[in-house]
């Protein structure tokens, strides 16, 4: 689905009423509806006692006073809150006069801000996408007295002061949400670590967008879900033999590093290959001869590091850097690949901090290569970002630049394209914050590269497929207990899940 900047979520809104032919106050009836659907479905009338509701001068105001109507009609004890203004928005002054008799809306004042229980359930409908500047006087004072509070706190559509689309100053207060409920689509902020202590846990509900705007809007962001996949992992072919599907070369490991060239193996393995290569150093033959036996082991003269690049006519796509450690005689061998190699790359891990630190080494790499970048990794490619939004520019333009994909690895992880389209996943959980995840993740992608994909469907798959497969494992080990080891068993019920079906 499509990320949109709250300006053109503003226009989708004029877009579905211009559609329907019908007005923003039934817009607002039905966002607010969803939202109270939500609340409903998770709390009864006792578990959120008092519910208070606060409220901004703006639409997302409005969506308080609706939700704070009918919390009410649900039987929940409601308070009602607006922060004084000169002026209202129409619908919030529409929805003010349908108030019932029982629910009068309070005006709050610096001098008498209301207490909060500590099982009170919050409403924060202070500021929405609206917001055009930092948080200051009356309102900057509300949303620090709601952090102060003991108390569960739901934003509706996002926490109040938190910028849809930018960093805001670092001293104006946000409010900290235990739930942000949002409209249709997940916003930017939502998916960047800076804001998560604000944002809490991210929920959307469908409010009937206009499908047409939605498919048509032209954004360049995008949250990676099962539809935007759909039809770019074919099924296999009924008479395919291991030479349909490629044959893979991983350069991987070192000394008391041989471990990520198994992972890497054992995961380019499940991921469809028709035959791999793993190229370690002469350390490494017994360890991957044993853990990964489906492989062709291929090793180095050197007995510690890679040190000489192979002959790569028999490839169909390389990966290079699980565990291979700095050496310069590695160096060398990365700066031959480049110049020579003649299929895709993927490039993980010390390929990367090599690239770094010999940037006249990006000079050479080769159009449409994947690197895979976490974002430390990242920054001695691009240099050091001053937020998240930063590290997205320079996400787009180091792509741009050099015509890549790079896959900046995290909780949301997020490819960019040369065409500068960022791409957010969707998948995975932080159990998957555990050594070797990374390198699962490279030998996934050069399978699918090995296997002819292009590289943005091959980075758009294996990127949602290893978080898939890091969610099903969970469901055996717990987040805690999950090593990396446990995700190339759930690899191939992830990919099965994306293949597309044979159709009659
Ligand atoms: N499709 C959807 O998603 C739907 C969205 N809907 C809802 O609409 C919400 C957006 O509503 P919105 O545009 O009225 O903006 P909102 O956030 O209420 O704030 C604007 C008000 O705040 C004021 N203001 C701004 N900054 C300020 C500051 N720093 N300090 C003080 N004041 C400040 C600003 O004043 P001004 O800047 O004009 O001076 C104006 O009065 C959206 O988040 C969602 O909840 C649903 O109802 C329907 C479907
Ligand atoms: N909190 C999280 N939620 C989802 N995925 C995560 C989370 N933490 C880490 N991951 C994923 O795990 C992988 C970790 O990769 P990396 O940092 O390179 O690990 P390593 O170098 O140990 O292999 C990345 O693909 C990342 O997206
Ligand atoms: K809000």
Redesign the pocket.
């Known amino acids: 689905m499509r990320i949109l900047t709250a300006a053109q979520?503003?226009q989708?809104?004029q877009a579905t009423i211009q559609e329907e032919n019908s007005s923003?106050a039934a817009?607002?009836e039905r966002?607010?509806t969803a939202l109270t659907e939500w609340i409903l479905a998770r709390l009864s009338p006792p578990e959120a006692d008092p519910t208070l509701v606060f409220c901004?001068?703006?639409?997302?105001?409005?969506?308080g006073l609706v939700v704070a109507r009918q919390l009410h009609q649900a039987g929940f004890t409601v308070q009602v809150f607006a922060l004084p203004?000169e002026g209202y928005?129409p619908?919030f002054d529409a929805n003010r006069q349908r108030l019932p008799a029982g629910l009068a809306l309070q005006t709050l004042s610096a001098a008498a801000l209301p207490v909060i229980a500590p099982d009170a359930l919050v409403v924060d409908?202070l500021?929405?996408?609206?917001?055009?500047?930092?948080?200051?006087g009356l309102?900057a004072a509300v949303v620090q007295h709601l952090n102060q509070a003991p108390a569960r706190v739901v934003a509706?559509?996002?926490p109040s002061g938190l910028l849809a689309d930018a960093s805001q100053p670092a001293a104006s207060p946000v409010v900290r949400a235990r739930h942000t409920v949002s409209?249709?689509l997940p916003k930017l902020a939502f998916l960047l670590p800076q804001n998560a202590a604000y944002v809490g846990r991210w929920h959307t509900v469908p409010?009937g967008?206009s499908r047409q705007f939605l498919a048509e809007v032209e954004t360049n962001m995008y949250f990676t879900d099962t539809a935007l996949l759909a039809g770019r992992l074919p099924a296999r072919d009924q008479f395919g033999h291991k030479g349909t599907y490629g044959h893979a070369l991983l350069l991987a490991g070192s000394r008391g590093k041989i471990g990520a060239a198994v992972l890497a193996a054992q995961a380019c393995l499940r991921s469809g290959v028709g035959l791999l290569t793993v190229r370690t150093p002469a350390v490494g033959y017994d360890i991957l001869q044993t853990s990964a036996p489906e492989a062709m082991a291929l090793t180095d003269p050197a007995p510690d590091f890679l040190s000489e690049l192979p002959e790569l006519t028999p490839y169909s796509a390389v990966g290079m850097g699980p565990g291979i450690d700095k050496a310069e005689e590695t160096k060398h061998v990365l700066e031959q690949l480049l110049r020579h190699a003649k299929v895709p790359l993927v490039l993980d891990a010390d390929a990367l901090n090599l690239l770094g630190a010999n940037p006249e080494l990006l000079q050479l790499l080769p159009a449409d290569t994947i690197l895979t970048p976490h974002p430390k990794e990242f920054e001695r490619l691009a240099g050091p970002a001053r937020d998240d939004y930063h590290r997205l520019e320079l996400l787009r333009e180091f792509c741009r630049l050099h015509r890549c994909y790079t896959v900046l690895k995290g909780a949301h992880t997020c490819l960019g394209t040369p065409a500068g389209e960022l791409y957010f996943n969707s998948t995975g959980n932080p159990g998957m914050a555990t050594g070797g995840s990374g390198d699962v993740l490279t030998g996934i992608l050069t399978a699918l590269r090995a296997q002819h994909l292009p590289a943005l469907d091959a980075a758009l798959l294996g990127i949602y497929a290893h978080g898939r497969a890091g969610d099903l494992a969970a469901r055996h080990t717990g987040q805690a207990g999950l090593i990396a080891g446990d995700l190339t068993r759930f690899i191939g019920p992830a990919l099965q899940e994306l293949t597309t079906p044979d159709t009659f």
């Open positions: 979520t503003r989708a809104d923003s817009l607002m966002a607010a901004g001068p703006g639409n997302n105001g409005g969506d203004a928005s619908d409908a500021f929405g996408t609206g917001l055009s500047r930092p948080l200051t309102a509706v559509d996002m409209f249709e409010i967008l």
